[in-house]
């Protein structure tokens, strides 16, 4: 498997050095930027994102091991901060929250009077975010800013957030972002991308606002021989992923096969569970509801994040369209692979392999599609 | 890293305007128009939809639903949007009287394709509150009479007392428009058809089918096997539209709710060509 | 009335539109073409009707006899539809009334000779026979969508939970 290739506008020359040791001045200097940093942490045994003030909540020393249905936190023999793959959680949560407010409504004397709910959030440092999540990011940039709709809450946390990739130097069993080009190489959509050293981080710089957080760090350049040392351990996660997706017309396999016995099989397993959903980091199904205060006089709409399993989530006035758990199955990952790229031009999916380690019952949507492939409809 | 440039209006999609119920006809047993009119005077004025789209007509506190457009008023200058009680929101909308405040956003979707058709003769075929969304596009083809071929509607109701809008059908004969009506049910005192309304497409005469179009909507059966009549008669399926419905909620292509395959219903919708939807309509539980 | 106005109006109905033209010629000779008022009857239900009929002109309405609800229209019939098949399938006693919506024509077409030619000659025996099987799974087709009931009012649908 040949490794992506290095970014194009960074020739190596500009990769920087920072020092492990003037890690926490960085920390520091976002948060006195106005950032709230939003890394890596660890809490009921999973890697999840939350804040990050201090470089000890970072999992250092930890990692993980994945497969279909499992997932567990392990010593590793070393110190390495980031030397780990995904959880459960990826960056879709800060821009796309599970709960908020997206208007509210007054009732005056002449009416209904509708207002914006303002997004009190202040701007986001992404710390830690993978090659497979900056592809995440891109595709629900497509999702959320459109031509013809945009969503404000996104556009507006989007806009003004920092995104610090790091550079995987693993890989998971259920990772494949090399069959979605996504990855493990972090090349586009960051403002900084770091790949981990035993001492240090080597620094690409991706954007002016990048450079700008960079400028009063301090950084050296990064030698050859640091330069040669960050491409082999980022060719160590290259080298460690095992599962294939086959994209090859997959878009008129899936929707060509809609009546395929297959779904049936899957229909068997598949709990509707949701988990899948909840993981992914590019979809979007969300549902409004009202909440009103006790006058009923003010009324907020809380967007929730929704999922095509949920039962009823297809129901028209007499009936469910997507009453059993085989058309329900169906729809998210015709979707995902394949209705998605008549939508927005591009897959939904950025093989992160999340659906896969966090279904309880170890659906593979990699298998699902061979399984397709091979028998034909 | 740079977002995305979007020429579309910067505004929260979810915020609405405030309307009025300037007044309410009733129609059938659980279903009225409703004349709505924006609060504000300049906007009302300004408002525009084309033939076959819809609005979400939204009740704070109690929810949102998608309505198709049923008629401009030029008259009293109001929306006109026909309405069947068949859950919360409809309930309680149907609750409040002349003068009742809601909100409206909109107007969504795709409409029938009038403006592509002029000199195509215009087949109309409607089943039950079907005839709503496809009323304004009746208003426009009358009103442009010289633009378009003979225009024929085509309408079938569970029975006589059921068929919408029927104090409007000799206005609109007298102004060109060939009709027949059809019931499933027949009442005492019906002279009209019997039977479903495929077979008004089957019986059509005269028909020029290289020149015809045929705008559609009503339960998706019926409109399975009216397309099936209008194959036979020698009509194309890109000659065939249909209106179609799903969950709407965000009604911009956001939430997810009101996708059919690859389609929006919200915004690649409600209305279709025939063949562009036809892969995916006839999957069961897609 | 000759055999050449009947074909003529035969040759025109759907009914005939895969049937060679040598066919139509000697069913029109079985043939008459025959005018109903408007609100005239054309047969009653349960009476004995020995004539196949598919309508030329007009409109035709099947009412059926429902003790406690008197008669029940249940069908409208126009140009090109067939009606009394009852004569050349069953035993001619006709299974609803028909009545003239408004002035019609029919062609009546002789059950009893034509079941003879029928029955002679098979070749022609099954392009009648298929032609009438099309006609009747149409009709059923269309009386299964009235059975569905399509516009009746949804009750507004409550999810309660998966099965």
Not at chain 3, 76 to 92: K, T, V
């Amino acid at each position: 498997m040949t490794a992506v290739a290095p970014p194009r506008n960074l020739p190596e020359s500009e990769t920087l050095l920072l020092a492990k040791t003037d890690f926490q001045a960085f920390l520091d200097q976002l948060w006195q930027g106005g950032y709230r940093v939003i890394g890596p942490t660890i809490a009921q045994q999973a890697i999840v994102y939350d804040e990050v003030r201090r470089v000890e909540d970072l999992p250092r020393g930890w990692t993980d091991e994945q497969r279909g249905g499992q997932y567990r936190l392990k010593r590793r023999d070393d110190d390495a901060w980031f030397g780990f793959v995904v959880g459960p959680h990826s960056p879709k949560r800060y821009f796309f929250p599970p709960q908020v407010a997206v208007a509210q409504a007054d009732r005056t004397a002449n009416g209904w009077q509708f207002s914006e709910v303002p997004d009190q959030e202040p701007p986001y440092a992404l710390l830690g975010v993978r090659a497979c999540e900056l592809g995440a990011i891109a595709v629900q940039d497509r999702t959320f800013i459109n031509e013809q709709y945009v969503d404000p809450i996104y556009r507006r946390r989007r806009e003004r957030a920092l995104i610090v990739a790091v550079n995987c130097t693993q890989a998971a069993s259920t990772c494949f972002c090399t069959s979605m080009k996504t990855g493990p190489r972090c090349t586009k959509g960051f403002d900084l991308a770091l790949t981990e050293l035993p001492d240090s981080f080597t620094v690409e710089v991706g954007s002016d606002r990048g450079e700008e957080v960079l400028s009063t760090l301090p950084t050296i350049m990064a030698t050859p021989s640091m330069l040669r040392q960050a491409e082999n351990v980022r060719q160590q996660a290259v080298d460690q992923i095992t599962k294939r997706l086959d994209t090859k017309d997959i878009r008129d396999l899936l929707l060509g096969s809609l009546e395929h016995p297959r779904w049936d099989e899957v229909a068997t397993r598949c709990l509707s569970c949701t988990n899948c959903t909840m993981v992914c980091p590019t979809c979007f199904c969300s549902s409004v509801k009202e909440v009103s205060d006790l006058t009923g006089d003010h009324v907020q709409r809380e967007r929730e994040w929704d999922t095509c399993f949920n039962w009823d989530f297809s129901y028209m006035n007499g009936g469910i369209v997507r009453n059993q758990i085989r058309s329900r199955y169906r729809q998210w990952l015709t979707h995902k692979l394949a209705s998605w790229i008549d939508q927005f031009g591009v897959s939904g999916c950025v093989g992160c392999g999340r659906c896969i380690t966090w279904c309880p019952v170890a659906i593979d949507l990699t298998e699902e599609v061979a399984a397709i492939r091979e028998n034909p409809a | 890293m740079s977002v995305p440039a979007s020429s579309a209006i910067a505004e929260n999609p979810w915020l609405g305007q405030s309307v009025e119920i300037d007044a309410i006809t009733p129609e059938l047993p659980g279903v009225a128009t409703y004349h709505l009119r924006f609060r504000d005077a300049e906007l009302n004025s300004r408002y525009r939809f084309r033939p076959g789209q819809f609005n979400m007509l939204y009740l704070p506190g109690v929810g949102e639903i998608a309505i198709s457009l049923s008629a401009a008023n030029d008259i009293s200058g109001t929306w006109d949007h026909t309405i069947r009680v068949a859950g919360n929101v409809t309930r309680t909308l149907a609750g409040l009287g002349v003068g009742g405040k809601l909100a409206l956003r909109g107007p969504y979707g795709t409409s029938w394709p009038l403006d592509e058709c002029a000199g195509a003769d215009i087949i109309l075929v409607a089943g039950g509150i079907g005839l709503a969304p496809l009323r304004p596009a009746i208003h426009a083809a009358l009103a442009q009479r010289k633009r378009f071929g003979p225009t024929t509607l085509l309408y079938g109701a569970r029975s006589p007392d059921m068929l919408l809008y029927r104090r409007d059908y000799e206005a609109w004969t007298d102004r060109g428009l060939n009709m027949s009506a059809t019931v499933d049910r027949f009442q005492p005192g019906w002279s009209g058809d019997v039977g479903v309304v495929p077979l008004l497409v089957d019986r059509l005469r005269p028909l020029k089918p290289a020149n015809s179009v045929m705008f559609l909507c009503g339960p998706e059966v019926m409109m399975r096997y009216t397309v099936r009549s209008a194959l036979e008669r020698g009509l194309r399926k890109d000659q065939i539209w249909v209106s179609l419905e799903r969950n709407m909620q965000c009604a911009v292509g956001l939430c997810g709710h009101c996708q059919l395959g690859p389609a929006f219903v919200c915004k690649d919708g409600p209305v279709f060509r025939y063949d562009r939807i036809e892969p995916f309509l006839n999957v069961e539980g897609l | 009335m000759d055999v050449e106005s009947v074909v003529y109006v035969l040759s025109k109905l759907r009914f005939s539109e895969r049937l060679p033209g040598s066919m139509l010629v000697r069913i029109a000779a079985l043939a008459e073409l025959r005018g109903f008022p408007a609100h005239s009857v054309l047969f009653r239900e349960n009476a004995d009707n020995d004539h196949l009929m598919i309508v030329a002109v007009g409109r035709v309405a099947l009412d059926m006899q429902v003790p406690g609800r008197g008669e029940v229209r249940i069908m409208s019939l126009g140009p090109g539809d067939m009606l009394a098949w009852s004569a050349l399938l069953g035993q001619g006693r006709m299974t609803t009334s028909a009545v003239a919506l408004e002035d019609t024509q029919v062609v009546a077409i002789r059950a009893r000779n034509v079941l003879q030619l029928c029955e002679s000659e098979p070749e022609f025996g099954y392009q009648l026979m298929r032609q009438v099987a099309e006609a009747l799974a149409n009709r059923l087709v269309a009386t299964r969508l009235q059975l569905l009931d399509l516009f009746a009012e949804t009750e507004p649908f409550v999810p309660q939970g998966p099965d």
